[in-house]
DNA sequence: TTTTCTGCAAATGCTTTGCATGGGA
DNA sequence: TCCCATGCAAAGCATTTGCAGAAAA
């Protein structure tokens, strides 16, 4: 994972070669995002900005997801039961495992990809140029506690 | 690909043991979906049916491909922009190969991705159960229209 | 002071649902 | 005949947009 803090600083200038502006909202999703904890949905960036700044509204956490996918700051999850998640500290293709037991998000390493797109690109003669990556399955932690039938908690 | 005929006949069988009726409408959707030529969307469904059958609404549509995702005869590739397309000739997770110039989705063989979930298994202790793997690029009819100016043309 | 950003509410666009009528079996 | 399926219209939901007031710079 990229240091949250150098993946803050990114984006704020990222932002200031625009001219756009910082403001305590704006940031407060920004750091979310720099983190991406568990890769979050826009309810729980909402949730999580409105602690500090409660009269935060969601027109205002989309407006800026937007913004940081525009910028190349932000990778969109779009999953279809109407559940997208994000990732600001990682804002680049890349594989995803998810954990259909306790929703975690995580990032593996895969060095065996490279293999996979050589592959792809002599069968099928196509350029490729990105990609969507996910695999479900169930987590370590989730395994074990199958016998207790909760889902592993967050750290 | 799996022979159209045969799915079809895999897909009126799983109606027939749900004593689920055979309607015109119905019949043509699953045709299609049996098909799935360039994994159609619901719209592109609805367009064709209703060259037969034109009081056939979005609804009935609808209704349908829900049934068959339910009995696990289509896969749904639900993709963020609002596009969701559909596959009932191979209704089980596997790879997909978009171009990003014609639309057409095809449907790659890929032996090196049992190595990648391998790996993943071992790497992070995750249970792997499924996933969603769809690589974007140019296919190679579009790359040698690249000159023309339009995408390639469907068949 | 200027211009962007926020926050509310209304508008979208895809998908689902309710219900009366139609039509398989 | 019995019910499931269709088709219409209304409802749902996540997301986007318009606009007036708030606040960065």
Known sequence: MADPEIRLQEMLSKLKDRALRITPQRL???????????HPSVEQIHEKVRVDFPTTSLATV???IALLK???????LGFTDG??????????PHPHLVCLRCKEIIDPDLS???DVT?????ETGFLILSHRL????????CQSMEKQGEP????
């Open 118 to 122: 050589a592959e792809l690109s002599q």
């Open 134 to 141: 996910d695999f479900f399955g169930i987590c370590s932690a």
């Open 62 to 64: 989309y407006k800026n």
């Open 152 to 155: 592993a908690k967050k750290k």
């Open 112 to 114: 065996s990809l490279a």
């Open 70 to 76: 525009e910028l190349g700051e932000a990778l969109e």
């Open 28 to 38: 407060a999703i920004l750091r979310i995002l720099a983190l991406s904890a568990g």
């Open 83 to 92: 559940s997208n998640r994000y990732d600001g500290n990682r804002p680049y």
